[in-house]
């Protein structure tokens, strides 16, 4: 083996591009190969890159080019796991966008085939992990430094959207395109980091909006009330319709208050534990003393956040890095949102483990009975019932 891997990317659409571009500035990565079904995508590559790749339109002759030995899969999200089952059927390392599907049920189907390929690399493109303040901020709890975590409030609404962003493509905001709306495109960064950070809730609560602030079917509002088994509280608020919006984690521990907001993490550090001053102090009024305390952290990256992801599935497949974000761990941020919005959809709280045929018959529903019957939305239909053909 080299020293670089050869890479193709599934899907030369916004993301599909951006990524190609990011890629030559990376030194363990070769992108050899492009593919979408699309042949006009090929001409939104820049011209030194489109000279120099193999594009295909047939997946089927991808897999014949022996110099792509991992995939980047950058389609819209029902053809994330047919695509990355038959890379990995084809013997390839994959990395998914996020999310690496759209309902439960799929990401059980992608983790099983995972199962049958250890000798592969399997990467799922939660590339906000990487962000310095996240890792951070995920040091502070593993190491303890927080104690106890009782409540999280994540309010989510900086990203604001306009109708021409909903209009952009067909299958946007569509049931059958896309399975849901803010949850399913925009915070899977977020449902996966509260997973990542906080462990998975036992009970959601959701109210959601449809199509409150735009002319689409699918949730552009989200409120939705966690419960944890060790008995934490949290709220995760989220829309497109909000400008300017806000980005702010907040987090009630027995060690102090943590709010990250605006790429800054504050501290201010409780000298006594909350619940060990709830017991001890003898006077009704009284806190604990306070100190705040700066979390200095290096905020330079030496690549951005998408080119560190595919850097270390490179390293990965070259040297054995440990991965930032395996695939499999793709279906907890999943089935948060899948959650909110089952519950927001019930109008009721829903336990969590969800049931995923449960949830896979709920979507399969709201995909015949809608009106919008978009041309890519249709062949995504087909997806979400699971057909094995894409
Ligand atoms: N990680 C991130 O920060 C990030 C940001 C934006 C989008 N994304 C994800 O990337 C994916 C694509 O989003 P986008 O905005 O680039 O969409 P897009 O519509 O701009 O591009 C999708 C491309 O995929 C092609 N395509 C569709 N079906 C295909 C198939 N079966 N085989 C090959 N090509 C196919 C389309 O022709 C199109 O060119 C989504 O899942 C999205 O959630 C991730």
Redesign the pocket.
Known sequence: MGNKVGFAI???????NAHAQMMQKLDNVELVAV????EK?FDNLPADIRSKVQCYTD?NQLWQNEAVQAVLI????Y??VD?AIDAMEHGRHIIV???ISVHKAEAERLIEACKKHPELIRSA?F?QRTLPAHKKLKSLIDNGELGKINRVNWIVTDWFRTQAYYDS?D?RATWAGEGGGVLL?QC??QLDLMQWLFGMPSMVCAQVKIGKYHDIEVEDEVNAYLEYPNGCVGNFITTTGETPGTNRLEIAAEKGRVVLEGGKISFIRNEEETSAHIKNATRGFSRPEVWECSIPFNNNMPHP??ATVVQNVANAILKGEKLIAPVEEGINGLELGNAMLMSGLKKQPVTLPIDSAEYAEILAGLIASSTRSKK?SKESAAAANMSST?
């Open positions: 599934v899907g030369v659409g916004n993301m599909g593919c979408d079904i699309r995508a997946i950058a389609v819209p999200h053809f994330h695509i966008e996020k999310p493109m590339n493509g299958w495109n899977p960064h956040q998408h890519e894409y």
